[in-house]
């Protein structure tokens, strides 16, 4: 079994290429090679969200995902979610709402609630809250981040 590979992959819309060990997991690529700390390192895993990317357009909790799984992958992470100096609705609505206190979980809302509207943008009430179940958060008590995320969808639906 070789110790260390060498990886290619697409973060942000950037080319990567990195020689990597074996065991380095994708939230370890992110962070501390590439140094994007956007995406937070909580339980370590899989229980919390809060290390929540897209990979391949689809959520994925980056604390247990092997960087070797990810060749040929396309990751975006929540540096990517603002677009040119502009929030995203979903981020403009926690902001509106103030649904972040230590913010710890955030990242991994936002990036969870942009994909379902992206995939979903008329999700039910229940599948909203099915969507946010992987994402723990300490401190806001979830109403916040649930009016948020009711306010953002209205705002993309009326974008369609
Ligand atoms: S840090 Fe990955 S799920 Fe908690
Ligand atoms: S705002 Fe602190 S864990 Fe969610």
Redesign the pocket.
Known sequence: MPTELTLALTVNDEPVRRLVPAHRTLLELLREDLGLTGTKHGCDVGDCG?CTVLMNGHPRLACITLAADCEGAVVETIEAVARGGDLHPVQAAFDHHV????????PG?IITLRQLFADNPNATEEELRHALGSN?????GYTK?LAAARDAQAVLQSRR
């Open positions: 809060a649904a972040a206190q230590c913010g710890y979980c955030t809302f723990l958060c300490r401190c806001t981040i």
